[in-house]
């Protein structure tokens, strides 16, 4: 069993940052990838960034330059930092990891999804 905890969601204004944290925790043996999704209502839900066990990222091409994954494999956690944000930033972000259990088993876990408002 693995748990997903994200945090950092919240209210901001136009032109300010936030900085959502996905830790998990559980049976997990190792990490692979993990990353950021988001979702409107009315539409599917879709990559905002994503890192590798080795460091390696990408992003959506229309986000590059305003938001930074990183992630600290000794806390299995994930981090996305959200700068200069607009308006149609507004969405529920959802953390998305990659993972081998102990029994050798690999999972996709889904976090329950932080609501991030911006404010014009």
């Known amino acids: 069993q693995v748990q997903l905890v994200e945090s950092g969601g919240g209210l901001v204004q136009a032109g300010g940052s936030l900085r959502l944290s996905c830790a998990a925790s559980g049976s997990i043996f190792r990490i692979n990838a993990m990353g950021w999704y988001r979702q409107v209502p009315g539409s599917q839900r879709e990559l905002v960034a994503s890192?590798?066990?080795?460091?390696?990222?990408n992003y959506a091409d229309s986000l590059k330059g305003r938001f930074t994954i990183s992630r600290d494999n000794a806390k299995n956690t994930v981090y996305l930092q959200m700068n200069s944000l607009k308006p149609e930033d507004r969405a529920v972000y959802y953390c998305n990891v990659d993972i081998l259990t102990y029994l050798d088993q690999r999972i996709n876990y889904w976090g329950q999804g932080t609501q991030v408002t911006v404010s014009a």
């Open positions: 890192v590798t066990s080795g460091g390696s990222t």
